[in-house]
């Protein structure tokens, strides 16, 4: 019996005849790219985030470009983020020219260290893009009092955390511009690549949504110089059907990350193993589940796992401050480069049943004997 880290076959066939049904719908109305079923999604998400506005994109990198693009980062602009994330958060500050100046983060809890962002802010920072890792909230709180301070756009890089909430109130609509995304391995997750961003500002929200069609205001003239950013219609039918299921499914994830939490505490009070940690505040939706180890154990166990079956995955070996393309950004990130060395990733998707959920904690156990 093995265990894979994600299985989205499940999820998605007890949707099925739903989902062909209204494919063929999709397919009858001729309408295929925005329209009638992604206005509908874009109401849907800003109900469910209590959000003024919202606009469904392309991916979630494109969400952040988009968010960027719309606070107009350029050329001269720094924009702060954490060195520990996926690439695309700070990728997309450097594709529009602007310096992306890593910030180191929390061992706790993964996300952005505010001592050390406000180390760094100077007079040249615009923004800084707090990323809400594994699925719970950085501390949103602190950064828009920095923000406020000094006029500093704030960015929420929610791709991983679609539902997750900080002091009762949904991730994403902190900040500025809150950027999503519905890769299929998120949380609601598409069938293909699709983001949205939501903003309370309406003024933002009217550029950002002429900047999603190529900065046209009326069709073939343009204004500014946007993008493609658009959403297909298929997504967002298929995104309205499992938006229904949403809380449900991240339900699923917080009832298996409680029983990894009880079923390994007894490794971590053995100071074999450090289980993630859920700030005060947070609802934490689990997108993943990521343990440190040793870094002299953690390349070890996931071998061990990997050869019983049991998927497992390393979120992420190199921080961003590492990265060959970012040498000339490159600065000392102490804990980011630890957790590189130190997390792993285990299986966490809703649909988990008991027993998988058990050999993957009985499997860790025999790993340290
Ligand atoms: C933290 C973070 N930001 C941004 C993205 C980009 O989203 P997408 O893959 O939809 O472009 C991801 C996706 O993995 C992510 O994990």
């Not at 704030?154 to 539902?163: K, M, N, T, V």
């Not at 609601?188 to 949205?196: A, H, I, Y």
């Not at 339900?251 to 859920?278: C, D, H, M, Q």
Request: aromatic share 10%; charged share 20%; with cysteine.
């Amino acid at each position: 019996m093995g265990v894979k880290l994600l299985d989205l076959i499940s999820q998605n066939s007890e949707l099925k005849g739903e989902l062909v049904e209204k494919f063929s719908a999709v397919i009858d109305s001729g309408s295929f790219i925005l329209g009638p079923e992604v206005e509908l999604f874009e109401k849907n998400v800003a109900d469910y985030l209590h959000c003024k506005y919202t606009l469904g994109v392309s991916s979630g990198t494109d969400a952040l470009l988009l968010a960027l693009m719309a606070l107009n980062i350029g050329t001269g602009d720094e924009v702060l983020c954490p060195g520990y994330t996926f690439f695309c958060t700070a990728g997309c500050v450097a594709r529009l020219g602007a310096t992306p100046l890593f910030v180191d983060v929390n061992y706790d809890d993964f996300c952005i260290s505010i001592a050390d962002l406000e180390a760094k802010i100077t007079p040249k920072t615009r923004a800084i893009i707090g990323v809400h890792l594994f699925g719970q909230a950085c501390d949103c709180e602190a950064i828009l009092e920095l923000c406020r301070q000094r006029e500093i756009k704030f960015i929420e890089d929610c791709a991983q955390s679609l539902g997750a909430r900080r002091n009762g109130k949904q991730s994403g609509t902190f900040g500025d511009i809150g950027c999503f995304s519905f890769y299929p391995s998120k949380n609601l997750g598409g069938f293909g690549d699709s983001g949205l961003v939501c903003t309370n500002d309406e003024s933002t929200y009217e550029y950002m949504k002429i900047l999603r069609t190529h900065g046209m205001k009326r069709k073939y003239f343009h204004s500014y110089v946007g993008g493609n950013f658009r959403i297909d219609a298929l997504q967002a039918a298929l995104l309205n059907i499992k938006l229904k299921h949403l809380d449900r499914y991240i339900g699923g994830r917080i009832g298996n990350a409680e029983f990894y939490l009880e079923k390994l505490a007894e490794l971590e009070s053995l100071r074999l193993i450090t289980l993630p940690k859920v700030a005060a505040g947070n609802k934490h939706t689990w997108n993943q589940f990521t343990v440190k180890v040793h870094a002299s154990e953690r390349g070890k166990l996931r071998q061990y796992l990997l050869d019983r079956g049991i998927g497992c995955e390393i979120y992420y070996p190199l921080p961003l401050n590492r990265q060959e393309c970012f040498e000339k950004y490159a600065n000392n990130l102490p804990v980011a480069e630890r957790l590189a060395s130190e997390s792993l990733s285990l299986p966490i998707y809703p649909e988990l049943a008991a027993n998988h959920l058990s050999l993957v904690v009985s499997t860790i156990e025999d790993f340290f004997g």
